[in-house]
């Protein structure tokens, strides 16, 4: 009675403004409610908890951990006693036998008899001498509570990850040396016949069937350490890009010459197994790589892959730079000069890093920056401003005349200025003139700005094949260290601008500084198509490092001819692979992030959408850290990161599950180092409470590989107990066998975590009881006749899992769940499992239920339920399991709707039901998502979308919160309309008239070559009238409920009418039953949805994003000139083949009179 009116008075408090609570309950009584939550909740606690055993699982755990009274183990509040965590053998030489016959569930142990029951009823039978309860006594002691010291958790892990990287580092240097060795004894030889494999040509065969030129046979075999391709682990193969002749002499003698990696390709990957591709990228063009494969052209018969586009090598080339691009928009540049010089631009932009900074400034009879924004200033070269400025190329047009000492004193201007502030690269300075001509030299321009340092390099790049002005253009790159080129075509674009890069890497090279680079976190798809890579997860990020390769021989040394660049790729599981995940508890995380404050790895990180099947985001490889810890609002974290600090930092945060639809609010620590040799920072995040401790249980190997051998026993995937990845001979063990070998010493030379290990062993003999438990539940016929339960389930904070079917394995419903397709249901590289998770933030004792959404939509119709075992009843104590089942919907259901149907009534007429038609009965979650309604099509969507005005007033009565959340990595749908010339072609005398036009402009400017090389990307990129995805900002809401309010009952005015509802919490659960009066009418309320929306930002906050620059480590190696550099080698003129140009007129001629 009393509760009664306590659960009354709080309804009071929290319903201010709703109408009279009485009249309510007279619509929907609250008692009657009560009554079928109370029933259905126990019924399903019942039900989840036996097929579970989660109650034997937690008596097993306490009767172990729990002190005895006599015994000098510290109690739950004294500090946890750190005593000897093993066994000692003189204790079980005492009690012989102890582990075979008690930890064995097939032993003499009873189901659901304790190990310490077993234990008791042995030591009547013991010997006197040295006492078994002696034996208690230690091994309580064994087991021990522990506060994770984050500080030394991410330092240890911070050289584990210099170690490795260190490796990869090695390795690309033995190559740099066997490179430049090999290079110094070679002597050019122009007319240099040799065969060597090309990568698109090996095992292709003509019509006879013989084997074609540069092909030859080549054995393949599947390999699982390289995604299952067919390899060659003897030998590499060379890959030459499309628009480059195969027989070439410069390509034939650096084929040769760069032979000799071979050799260090395979030593190299014999000394360190994990190694995945290397390589040799050759500032002629060609690829090296090791170990060599097939590569298949795409569907118009070109792989567009070239090395020196790559970020690995223009890092690895180069220094960090700032550039200003001068484009000439005046009259003379209309029509495809003018195309061309977009492409051109387009080009140098894909050679900037993001440690280099750019603007672009056009030019006429005035001086137009691109992006009026950003007047005055240069921004980082990272995707997404480069992307900003492709845009605004589109927007040129060609008019008036030429002032180009305008401009060139302006790029002078900026690039001085913006060096002084110490915001840019702070090293190396260029200006890229993209022009039809130049009328004088501008020599006043250059003697006022940059004579005599010559600090700033000039690269002139002549559109069209007019050469009038090309002396004075040359004149400009020689005088200022820079080089001359000249484009006719779109096709010339690409190796023309490449160009550059050599040359502003040659005071690098003249330094002989072979810097170590390393990139972001990006997925080369140039190589992945080239592979015919296909992955159902989607193609995997990984790091490269790189160095660079010099000519050393005494006679080009002050050349600075750069050979190429080597690289080494390294996944980011690698990364993964040395995090200790047992320590981080389960909200605990790992993330790595670059000298940018860019992602190197995060759980938050989502560089892939599904589109049909799994692509990149467009700027994946740019996300920032705080943009995944947006609570960070002052940077405070990511500042500390990024200048290679090392400390500790604490935040709330609000962390999303289940694809974003739920949220946890918790309160991390961060502890965070540098990992030196590298440009990147480790972090690691705890959770307080229970995330911040972890316990230690020690057992016998004999008992504990006993019961790791039982045939429900698993182990995560993507954790590594033991590292059978650095030795050929250990690649074919699975994971239980190498923890077997090594634990009983057979293979003492196996790297294995002999902490998580014993770890493991405990939790397996903890488990063992169940599998016994649940063998009985399967062979007890009586049980489960409706096989309604499916499959009972456990995972321990060691990322070992137990599981049972209770129904043959082709007749489960979701038949996904526990595999490597169920990404959340299972332990992660980076994750506990959702249902391990969830159950974690429940109150002790409880199920948390749910639909899991990958099933919902696929209509597979299963309700999971888990629950949490503890170590003690302490919201400090961790956790050392989850148990849980997996149900069919239907029999969740109709366990619902039979206790819908009890009733107090004496003479049996209820007042109120669930079958009339006057009121809606659902049952949701502690989200806000429905798991019963009436309506099937109903389950699994957000209660507000079907009752918006319900779920408005338990949101203004405060049962549910709704909490904001952000995401900065959203994909928006964006429809590209069509352009004014698209329109104009619409008219079909227009189209003649631009048909001539360009087929004469094609007659005088283009070559064969342009057929096959233009960039399909950026074809795409521009492509009208498509709908696209493109990188925007979303706000969007979770809800969640207030778990102090068990009941509540509300009254909702509609136009004509009052709508009642009741909600009732479900006993031990996370639901609630909530029933609404059907007879009014609210559907003039707009309902609640979890749509996100997108962030508008208006012109002023946009420029002010662009102009904003947050910090960031430069670069320790800088080389910006040298005074020994020789500046002669300046460009030539490009010029046409005639004869391809006499050959092409016939046919256009036939085109036209057609």
Known sequence: ?????????????????????????????????????????????????????????????????????????????????KGNTRINSRILAACPGFWEEVSTPRGPRKYGESV??????????????????????????????????????????????????????????????????????????????????????????????????????????????????????????????????????????G?????????????????????????????????????????????????????????????AATSPKDVVILVDVSGSMKGLRLTIARQTVSSILDTLGDDDFFNIIAYNQEIHYVEPCLNGTLVRADRTNKDHFREHLDKLFAKGIGLLGEALSEAFTILNDFNQTGRGSVCSQAIMLVTDGATEMYDDVFEKFNWPERKVCIFPYLIGRE?????????????????????????????????????????????????????????????????????????????????????????????????GVVGTDIPLQELMKLIPKHMLGIHGYVFAITNNGYILTHPDLRPLYQGGQKRRKPHYSSVDLSEVEWEDKDDILRNAMVNRRTGTFSMETKKTVDRGRRVLKMHYDYYYTDIKGTPFSVGVALSRGHGKYFFRGNVSIDAGLRDLEQPDVALADEWTYCNTEEEHEHRHLTQIQAIKLFMTGRRPNLKC????????????????????????????????????????????????????????????????????????????????????????????????YSIP???????????????????????????????????KLEYFQRKFWTACRQCTALDGKCSISCDNDDVNCYLIDNNGFILVTEEQSQ???????????????????GSFKRITLYDYQALCREYSGSSDSARTLSDPFSVVKWLLTELVIFLLEFNLYSWWNIDLTVKAQRSRGKTMMVPCDTEYPAFVSERTIKETTGNIQCADCVKSFVIQQIPSSNLFMVVVDNKCDCSSVPPVTMDPIEIMYNESLKCDRLKFQKDRKKPESCHPFHPEENAMECGSASRLSRSLTAGLLPLIAATVSR
């Open 753 to 848: 975590d002999r902490e998580l290990i014993q770890e493991v062993l405990f939790d397996a003999v903890v488990t063992a009881p169940l599998e016994a438990y649940w063998t009985g539940l399967a062979l007890n016929k009586s049980e489960n006749s409706d096989k309604g339960v499916e499959i009972t389930f456990l995972g321990t904070r060691t990322g070992l899992t137990r599981t049972n079917l209770f129904i043959p394995a082709d007749q489960l419903s979701n038949q996904d769940f526990l595999t490597a397709e169920d990404k959340e249901g299972v332990f992660n590289a980076d994750h506990f499992p959702l249902w391990y998770k969830r159950a974690a933030e429940q109150v002790p004792g409880t199920f948390v």
């Open 255 to 315: 084929v040769y010459w760069s032979e000799a990696l071979n050799k260090v390709f395979v030593d190299n990957f014999e000394t360190d197994p994990t190694l995945i591709w290397q390589y040799f990228g050759s500032a002629k063009g060609f690829f090296r790589q090791y170990p060599g494969v097939k590569w298949h052209p795409d569907e118009h018969g070109v792989i567009g892959f070239d090395c020196r586009n790559r970020k690995w090598y223009i890092q």
């Open 467 to 563: 050469s009038a002005f090309a002396d004075n253009l040359k004149w400009m790159a020689c005088a200022n260290k820079g080089y001359f080129s000249q484009i006719s075509t779109l096709a010339d674009v690409q190796e023309n601008v490449m160009r550059y890069l050599h040359v502003m890497s040659r005071p690098k090279v003249i330094d002989h500084e072979h810097d170590t680079v390393w990139t972001e976190a990006y997925v080369d798809s140039a190589l992945s198509q080239a592979h015919k890579l296909k992955v159902k997860s989607g193609p995997s990020l990984m790091t490269t490092v790189a160095m660079p390769v010099f000519s050393t021989k005494n006679e080009t040394k002050n050349q600075g001819i750069l050979l």
């Open 1 to 81: 009675m009393w509760r009664d009116r306590s659960s009354i008075s709080i309804l009071l408090l929290l319903s201010v403004g709703c109408l009279n609570v009485a009249g309510s309950q007279q619509g929907i009584p609250l008692s009657v409610v009560k009554l079928w939550a109370s029933a259905f909740g126990g019924e399903i606690k019942s039900i989840s908890a036996k097929y579970s055993g989660s109650q034997l699982l937690q008596k097993e755990l306490w009767s172990i951990t729990t002190p005895r009274p006599g015994t000098n183990a510290s109690s739950e509040s004294s500090p946890p006693v």
């Open 853 to 887: 959404f990958s099933t919902a939509l696929e209509n597979k119709s299963v309700v999971l339920a888990s629950t949490a075992i503890q170590l003690q009843d302490d919201r400090k104590s961790p956790f050392f399991a989850a148990v849980g089942i997996q149900m």
């Open 116 to 253: 310490q029951t077993a234990f008791r009823k042995r030591l009547k039978a013991q010997s006197p001498g040295l006492s078994c309860p002696e034996k208690h006594k230690e091994f309580v002691k064994s087991v021990r509570v522990e506060e994770i010291d984050g500080v030394k958790l991410v330092k240890n892990l911070a050289v584990k990850m210099e170690e490795m990287f260190r490796k990869k580092a090695e390795a690309t240097r033995r190559l740099v040396e066997a490179a430049e060795e090999a290079h110094r004894q070679h002597e050019d030889n122009p007319d240099l016949q040799y065969e060597y494999f090309n990568a698109v040509l090996i095992n292709e065969v003509d019509e006879e069937g013989n084997n074609v030129e540069l092909g030859g046979e080549f054995i393949l075999e599947p390999n699982d350490h390289f995604n299952n391709l067919s390899v060659n682990l003897s030998h590499s193969v060379v890959q030459v890009p499309t628009n480059m002749y195969n027989k070439d002499p410069d390509i034939v003698n």
């Open 939 to 957: 389950t699994g969507l957000f209660f507000g979308e079907v009752e918006g005005a319900v779920m408005s007033k338990l949101l203004q009565m």
